[in-house]
């Protein structure tokens, strides 16, 4: 049984930071891309940031360059988020991902949440003015 268990969210002001971390259990991690996702109130869930197998190829969603950092310890099984300078429109429930494929189309990415099969429960990062 794959589980992913996500956490690390919480309230904070703007221009603050939080670490989420997940821990993977139930395959093989290093064979797998890993992700973290964020949905919004009445918004669709969306592709944050997407790490490699290796850690090698990282990609990041324009809004959060610079200011979010993702990484991977395989030899733990965790997949990390670093949110730094957060920003109040950076508020979501925030969800890690692994075994999904990505899209790669010239400079553009996209992980589509249909394409990801295993999902942590999600911990809520609430940003304020």
């Known amino acids: 049984q794959v589980t992913l268990v996500d956490s690390g969210g919480g309230s904070v002001q703007a221009g603050g930071s939080l670490r989420l971390s997940c821990l993977v259990s139930?395959?093989?991690?290093?064979?797998?891309?890993a992700a973290w996702f964020r949905q919004a109130p009445g918004k669709e869930r969306e592709g944050v940031a997407v790490i490699s197998r290796t850690g090698v190829n990282i990609y990041y969603t324009d809004s959060v360059k610079g200011r979010f950092t993702i990484s991977r310890d395989n030899s733990k099984n965790t997949l990390s988020l670093q949110a730094d300078s957060l920003k109040p429109e950076d508020t979501a429930m925030y969800y890690c991902a692994a075994g999904g494929l990505l899209d790669i189309a010239e400079d553009k990415w996209t992980a589509r949440p249909q394409d990801w099969p295993y999902w942590g429960q999600g911990t809520q990062v609430t940003v304020s003015s």
């Open positions: 139930g395959l093989t991690y290093n064979n797998v891309q």
